[in-house]
């Protein structure tokens, strides 16, 4: 299900493909909202699924979502924010199977799972090590942490151990060291000047390929997502930084 056979190393896309402010800037402004992601899916062989965060997308929008993609893409799936937010990674019950029986509908398309923590989260191991016992081992998992007392290599270790991924990130004022603890790696672009509402330069993202290259020597596939999509930024930085990589 989530382990697919992959036919390139480098997944490089956009943190969601649905936003309006893209018709125009993106999108050709006469295309029709349900054709967007075969536009889309033209252009990049991924894309991250983050409107999963706020709300569980039925079954139906699942299929679709698979059936309307190339065979060879892979959607990477943001956990519902009840899990990581409200919760707080405690007494999940059967929320997580239930998401987990949704999102697997993209079959051989599903790609990591991504369980973002809220910034006011701080490092608790047990409450990690607890967590990540009960996750089904089929699947990718990866996790960004927003609070720096998790930016931590013991806390690496607690992941490797349990074979999850660690996102990481690039934001104003506070980026994750690039590395990875499982066979994948996963990076997020969040903007470099302002949160979601900056464009990465040239410069930057050439310097970012060559050490996100020698860090594609390490493991199976790197996905990297832009979520800077103020002004279709991402499209344009997403674009460019697969063109180094190639």
Same mark, same amino acid.
């Given at each position: 299900m989530g382990k697919q056979h992959l036919t390139s190393k480098y997944f490089v896309g956009t943190s969601g493909?649905? #936003?309006e402010h893209w018709r125009g800037l993106y999108y050709p402004v006469e295309l029709a909202k349900p054709k967007w992601l075969k536009f889309y899916s033209k252009q990049f062989n991924t894309v991250e699924l983050n409107n999963s965060f #706020?709300?569980?997308?039925?079954?139906k929008v699942f299929i679709t979502w698979r059936e309307s993609s190339? &065979?060879?893409?892979?959607f990477a799936v943001k956990v519902s924010r009840f899990i990581t937010h409200i919760k707080k990674l405690r007494n999940i019950g059967s929320v997580l199977d239930n998401f987990l029986s949704r999102a697997c509908l993209l079959q051989n398309k599903l790609g990591p799972l991504l369980y973002q923590l809220p910034p006011n989260m701080k490092r608790?191991? &047990?409450v990690l090590e607890s967590f990540l016992s009960i996750l089904p081992q089929e699947y990718h998992h990866v996790f960004e942490f927003r609070h720096e007392s998790w930016i931590d290599d013991a806390v690496f &270790?607690?992941?490797?151990?349990?074979?999850?991924g660690l996102c990481v990130f690039d934001m104003p004022g506070f980026t994750c060291p690039l590395v990875a603890t499982s066979d994948f790696a996963y990076i997020r672009f969040h903007?470099?000047?302002?949160? #979601?509402?900056?464009?990465?330069?040239d410069e930057e993202l050439s310097q970012w390929a060559k050490k996100i290259a020698r860090l594609g020597k390490e493991v199976e596939a790197v996905y990297i997502y832009f979520n800077n999509d103020a002004e279709a930024f991402a499209v344009k930085n997403a674009l460019t930084l697969a063109g180094y990589l190639e």
């Open positions: 493909w649905h #936003y #706020y709300h569980l997308p039925t079954e190339p &065979e060879n893409f892979v608790n191991d &047990e &270790e607690i992941l490797k151990r349990h074979k999850v903007g470099s000047g302002d949160m #979601y509402a900056s464009c990465y330069s």
